[in-house]
């Protein structure tokens, strides 16, 4: 653990993997359930366990997160890490930012076949077809891991 920004960006760039087609950065370090990048840095010589991945992408590209914002993702893609694809905002522009894009969180695709599912039958038919990790899938589309697994394994189908 260091305080020395450019030995930090370093050690932060080490757990990301660049996507060229989308440009997106995806954090390859732990993450949580919603597949949201988790870090553990020293920031201003305060120790930071469990800090959202995009959020420390904001403060160490782009600066200072003002004081009630969220970092939110252009690409709709939560485990991207990647400044250029990050905006800050109030949590009412995130819902209304989510509800736009149609990406309400759901645990899981149990209802798969109700109106208002996450997944189109497209969308499934190119995560089958995707040679991407099912972790960086799984940040794309909004979804769970294992819920990607169960596409692949054809338990979830269109």
Not at 53 to 64: E, F, S
Request: aromatic fraction near 6%.
């Amino acid at each position: 653990m260091t305080t020395n920004n450019s030995t930090l960006r370093a050690r932060f760039e080490s757990k990301i993997e660049r996507i060229p087609i989308a440009g997106c950065w995806i954090w390859m370090a732990a993450s949580g359930h919603h597949g949201y990048g988790r870090a553990y840095a020293v920031l201003d010589g305060k120790q930071m366990n469990g800090l959202l991945a995009h959020r420390l992408a904001w403060m160490l590209y782009r600066g200072q997160i003002p004081k009630g914002l969220n970092v939110l993702h252009n690409c709709d893609v939560t485990s991207c890490v990647n400044p250029h694809h990050l905006f800050v905002g109030t949590q009412l522009e995130n819902i209304r930012d989510m509800d736009a894009k149609n990406r309400c969180l759901r645990k899981d695709l149990t209802a798969y076949n109700e109106p208002r599912r996450k997944l189109s039958d497209a969308d499934v038919i190119e995560i089958r077809e995707s040679r991407a990790t099912q972790r960086w899938l799984a940040g794309r589309y909004g979804v769970s891991q294992p819920t990607i697994c169960k596409i692949r394994n054809r338990e979830i189908s269109p």
